[in-house]
């Protein structure tokens, strides 16, 4: 067995080279926390506490920050009295809903297109892909005006088919690569085992479960992170967490703790389930493209 | 049980074609085997026999059943992956059981099959595992008794063994045919290996770019090859071949070549009077039918020793003549170094004779 | 042989290098069964597919030929639309503003990125140190842009009071100036996206042959060395993959942008997609903005030609099962 990594030889520049490294990611760390450190902390700030802060250069009395009486008012309010939970349930259902459509109809055609050729193939693809990078904004104005039509603007149906514009594709791509990966001799064997051809489809779904699971929290996760759709389609009658937040921003009277609040909701769920798919990640993230 | 029938057996890709104009007749029980170098058509073959493949012309028939259109399913078939093909997330017994599942056989039935096929593979004690968990040889135990526990009326393997090693492959050569001689079943086994075919199967059909070459017991493969691609496909080591010129001298053939000059046996020159075909034949004869010796008689070929190589069982001397090279197998005691002189004799009565245009053998 | 002679015309049957050859066709060929099986099972995708994107894009050149919305109904006015966008400052400062974003985005984050890959590929913590930094990335863009917009007030903002003790800013909140508003967009694009660039270069470096990067060294090379030989050209495709992801992202998405600057101040922030949010949703000209939004997805049809491409690279190999 040959150790793990490339050996490396300890030299005095290598030693200063690993003290800046530690201080560099220290850095990092503080850097990436922070934000997400200040927005929960907040939450449970009284609107008078939340706007203190010390005279500028006067680094000794960063303490103050922490000179708060924690308060959860602004969760109770935002449940009780700006409507969250509607917001919040609009977000499941949006999101939920368009990641279960997109991986159920994109499995089915990600594994026929991985078993089966035909021409055209490649031009079918670009399609799919491009209708996935395609730009939120430049897909919103003609949805926008179809959707006026059907009135499906303000609605959940509405926000779920918006959202499969970007996740089924996803599904069908991604899913695609995983299907590409299951040797096609363990369906064959179904079948001479006496399996139709879809039982062997169904035979061959253990294998790549993992993944779709997988995949359909990065559905979820790229559905409930959405502004634009939301904002657009979704106002009125199917408002998710992101833009209710945002509306917190009033003129006058920012209901900061609010905010910080709903952005604890919003994102806390979503941190979870990225770490619960931690090994997805990657592939998810780049289309398939780089795989850990 | 049934018998097997390819007519007239085409199979396409696009444009390229697999398997070109293929007639094999399998009788029931009858262990067949498939070979040829990769890309022959072979597995292709199998596969529409599988009906994993559709058959771009021709018919298959199982008994006097024609099973173009059937899906594999209803074939009534089972078959051993080159990969084994088994599911990784269910465990040996449970994907020994599947097949019977998909039938809706009870479990009453799957636990006596599988026990019984348990036993003959030797695997009981592995029934609870993953296939992760298994060697290679395990997993190929797996495969093989997930296709027995059907008692299918055909048996199609894939190169099942391929990819096991040496000596596992020898020992699973000897205990497929003896599962199959105990089953009774009929066999189609694909292979690319001579020394599996041989061994195992009772006749032996030779492929080579999708045409069938020869369908034969493994006697008749080894000693009466078709054509010349045969005799340097099946054999190992590969017949030595030589372009030779046929004189009548007395009533036999003389064979000349630049660097020997042999009589044919009477009984050969017979067989060539009637064929032969202007006086240009390939000669070929394998390597152990050659034998080697320091001392020159009235019928050896004078030749240089240009390297030995040792195999424990037999000796290969690599032998140079005049404008030629031959190979001979001899017994593990030969010494001769290189740049030696040594002596062949030829079994005459053994020779080959190809038609130098075309390759068919005379006979 | 059992060969069929009726079917094996005697004339074509040859031998090459000693082996039979066949030349003919077969007379009758089997009718060809259907394949339909597969494509029923990926006709649903594909009709709702077809119903949310092809669709709405003919929709979409229908309506950019039009005056949509207007008082008189939607009226034909040809290339009109197309006509004013040259002629509109605020258009082509709009692409100028999306080009100077990404690049200052794209670079920053591979400069960091890649530097962060390399420090922790190998390290004892890298494990959990990725796991954080991939935090923000889970984030709505919409919040995170709040979050920091909540940071950079110049009354109670932390960073501001940060940036404002350390010298760096005036009493102007940094998305207050035209000059600086730029920059907290990118700030902000940084702390997101930057630990996917380290995601992807980390992928990379796993996959750089270890025998290359010995061989390189028993060859004599230093570690810098072995890292511009090596290392580099065998990570550059994930980069590329990387770099072309940022860029469609960046085209995609603007929820950071409306949450934290709005376009503004002075339309300083007003990239192109804004400029089409506004023109489409706050001035409700969606004639204009589908000719707006027109050029915007012919332009990324067009890097994602490039990105398809680049997929289709090295960096894709399969090197698991999928299970």
Known sequence: ?292 | MASVTITNVWKYYGKTVAVKDLNIHCEDGEFVSVLGPSGCGKSSTLRMLAGLEHISAGDIHFGDMRVNELEPKDRDIAMVFENYALYPHKTVYENMANPLRLRGSSEDLIEKRIAFAAEMLEIEHLLQRKPMELSGGQKQRTAIGRAIVREPKLFLFDEPIAHLDAKLRARMRGELKLMQRRLGTTMIYVTHDQLEAMSMADRIAVMHNGVLQQLGTPQEIYNHPVNEWVAGFVGEPPMNFFDCELVEEGGRFVLVHPAFRQMVSEAQSALLRGALRGTSVRMGIRPDQISIGGKSTVESVAGTIKVTEPLGGDTLVNVDLKNAQLLVKTHPDFSGAMGETCHLTFDTGRWHFFASDNGIAYF | MTQNKNATPEGVVRYVEGAKVLDYLPQVFNVKPSSSYYFWLMAPALIVLAAISIYPFFWLIWMSLHNVGSSAGDTFVGLKNFEKLLTDDKFWIGWGLLFKYTAFCMFFEIAIGVLLAVILNGHRFENILVTVFLMPMMMAPAIAGLVWYYLFNSTFGWYHWLMQSLGILGETSIIGSTDTAMAALIIVDIWQWTPLITLITLAGLKRVPRDQLEANMVDGASAFRNFVAITLPNIYPFLLIGIMLRFMDNFRFIDVILALTGGGPAESTKVLPVYLFDVSFVFFKLGRGAAIALTLLIVTIILCKLLVRVFEGPASKRTDMGS
């Open chain 1, 1 to 292: 067995m040959a150790s793990r990594d490339v050996v490396t030889y300890k030299t005095p520049l290598s030693r200063l080279l690993n003290v800046v490294i530690v201080i560099f990611l220290a850095f990092y760390l503080v850097w990436t926390i922070l934000p997400l450190f200040l927005m929960f902390v907040s939450s449970f700030k009284d609107l008078l506490a939340a706007f203190q802060l010390p005279p500028v250069g006067a680094f000794s009395q960063i303490g103050i920050f922490f000179d708060f009486e924690p308060t959860t008012k602004h969760y109770y309010n935002l449940f009780y009295n700006l409507g969250f939970s509607t917001y919040l349930m609009n977000s499941i259902i949006a999101a939920g809903g368009s990641a279960v459509v997109s991986v159920v109809l994109g499995s089915m055609a990600a594994y026929s297109l991985s078993r089966v050729d035909f021409r055209g193939k490649g031009d079918l693809f670009f399609w799919i892909i491009s209708t996935r990078m395609a730009p939120v904004v430049a897909v919103l104005v003609p949805l926008y005006a179809i959707f006026r039509g059907f009135d499906l603007i303000g609605t959940r149906t509405g926000l779920i088919l918006a959202y499969t514009t970007f996740n089924l594709p996803f599904a069908i791509w991604i899913l695609k690569g995983f299907f590409d990966n299951v040797p096609f001799a363990i369906e064959e064997a179904s079948m001479v085992d006496g399996s139709t051809r879809f039982q062997a489809f169904r035979a061959i779904l253990p294998l790549v479960a993992p993944g779709i699971g997988a995949f359909l929290v990065l559905c979820v996760l790229f559905a409930w992170n959405d502004f634009l759709f939301a904002s657009i389609i979704g106002s009125g009658g199917a408002k998710t967490l992101p833009p209710a937040t945002r509306e917190l921003v009033q003129p006058q009277n920012i209901q900061w703790g609010s905010i910080m609040a709903a952005g604890v909701v919003t994102t806390v769920p979503m941190m979870f389930l990225g770490l619960l798919i931690r090994r997805y990640l990657v592939t998810g993230l780049t289309m398939g493209a780089v795989r850990e």
